[in-house]
């Protein structure tokens, strides 16, 4: 398998600019997690899925942010309109969760460095 | 992270073991993970203990855990300058479904 794919890798899109990154899970999986990381504040969980669905979304920062998974392959994270405080490093990182275990070892992709101007 | 604490950076000698210390909240934690992050990287899960255990050994990593007082520990012994990275503990907690929880990460650095 290749892993978590993401893009793009690299943005770099003007203030008040749509953008849309891209993330494909592992084939098998059934939860996706989308993080951002930034110096000042870390790691931060936006939302997650299991199959497909929004579990969790109290990390998304406002309305400019939303998430979609369409089918178990294909999710996006959508910032309209971007913002430069937007800028950071956005993961997508997928997992699976057995019924029985709460084991839950996360992949995650290479990221996609954000830059808005 | 929430509730999930760490130092922000870790200086050793190459040669040297590295201990990178972790505090939680949750006493429904039933995972503790530890994940590297290299430079330009995502992370990777490194290690993990399942919540009734105290210790686990792999190679050259060592994960204390102290229930009582909520510490997670990652001893790296012969520390590379390879081991370079930003070291995240992170926890899976029962909340009523399963979440899991990541510290802001330590930043390890060794000097040759």
């Known amino acids: 398998d290749a892993g978590v794919i993401q893009s793009p890798r690299h943005e770099v899109t003007e203030m008040g600019q749509e953008v849309t990154l891209r993330c494909k899970p592992i084939?098998?999986?059934?939860?996706l997690f989308w993080y951002r990381q930034t110096m000042m504040r870390g790691l931060e969980l936006l939302i997650y899925?299991?199959?497909?669905?929004?579990?969790?979304d109290s990390g998304m920062p406002e309305d400019r942010f939303s998430a979609k998974m369409p089918n178990a392959s294909f999710s996006t994270l959508k910032i309209q309109p971007s913002e430069p405080r937007d800028s950071a490093v956005y993961f997508c990182?997928?997992?699976?969760?057995?019924?029985?275990?709460?084991?839950?070892?996360?992949?995650f992709g290479p990221g996609t460095r954000l830059t808005v101007l | 992270g929430e509730d999930v604490e760490q130092s922000l950076f870790l200086s050793v000698r190459e040669g040297d073991s590295s201990v990178i210390n972790c505090t939680y909240t949750?006493?429904?934690?039933?995972?503790l993970y530890w994940y590297k992050q290299e430079p330009g990287a995502g992370l990777q899960l490194l290690t993990y203990?399942?919540?009734?255990?105290d210790m686990k050994q792999d190679q050259r990593l060592t994960v204390l855990l102290n229930k009582k007082d909520k510490h997670l520990s990652l001893r790296i012994a012969d520390t590379q300058t390879g081991d370079s990275a930003i070291y995240f503990c992170?926890?899976?907690?029962?909340?009523?479904?399963?979440?899991?929880?990541f510290g802001a990460g330590t930043r390890l650095f060794v000097k040759a």
């Open positions: 899925f299991n199959n497909n669905v929004p579990i969790d």
């Open positions: 990182a997928s997992s699976f969760r057995g019924r029985e275990s709460s084991y839950n070892e996360q992949f």
């Open positions: 203990i399942f919540s009734n255990m």
């Open positions: 949750d006493s429904s934690s039933t995972y």
């Open positions: 992170a926890e899976t907690r029962n909340t009523g479904g399963f979440k899991t929880i």
């Open positions: 084939s098998g999986h059934n939860s």
